[in-house]
């Protein structure tokens, strides 16, 4: 990223807090800054455009087809999983409003987690699907998103985590193209 030394990111939140820019260090003092002193800001972008339910509701079915692609009968698929696909934020924060832990103004980015007794509850609501999470297969076999770790001691993370973030493109002609794309990460059991 070109960045002339006049660059500069404010702060949202604090009038008087300016982060000026450098050739070589682009927002680090302000991601620094919003990382401390606004760790749990979580209230969405104001200017986002209001969806249908029929949409919604397709965006939601895309999302379990996803997970539900994960979720396959070989232990090769148990552990950590990780889906990518494209979304507006206008679609992120329709479907996940109510959950969003964080907002980075500074790095455009959401944060959501899901974990424990009631976290596939949570899910089945917010998914408008029982089975959002877990496919049966022949003689009772299945496999399904773990929310809740039932070893102690294990290392993998036992939570959905649900990031959006906007990822941009720039070249040297000063064209520019963004994109959102959410990122779910989830654990895989196989129960046989």
Excluded at 28 to 40: L, M, Q
Aim: hydrophobic share 30%.
């Amino acid at each position: 990223m070109n960045i002339n030394n006049t660059d500069s990111f404010l702060c949202s939140f604090c009038d008087d807090k300016e982060f000026k820019a450098s050739k070589y260090i682009t927002k680090d003092g302000w991601s620094r800054h919003e990382t401390y002193k606004h760790f749990n800001y979580n209230t969405p972008s104001k200017n986002l455009s209001i969806l249908s339910d029929t949409h919604l509701s397709e965006i939601k079915n895309v999302l379990v087809y996803l997970i539900q692609s994960r979720l396959k009968l070989h232990m090769k698929h148990s552990g950590q999983q990780t889906v990518l696909a494209p979304l507006t934020e206008s679609e992120f924060v329709s479907i996940f409003q109510n959950h969003i832990k964080r907002y980075s103004i500074c790095h455009q980015k959401y944060i959501c987690r899901f974990g424990g007794y009631d976290a596939y509850s949570t899910l089945t609501n917010i998914f408008n699907q029982e089975n959002w999470g877990r496919r049966i297969y022949e003689h009772g076999q299945r496999s399904k998103v773990v929310l809740v770790s039932e070893v102690t001691n294990s290392q993998l993370n036992s939570e959905m985590i649900i990031v959006w973030k906007k990822h941009i493109i720039n070249d040297e002609d000063g064209n520019k193209s963004e994109a959102g794309w959410v990122t779910l990460k989830f654990l895989v059991g196989q129960f046989y």
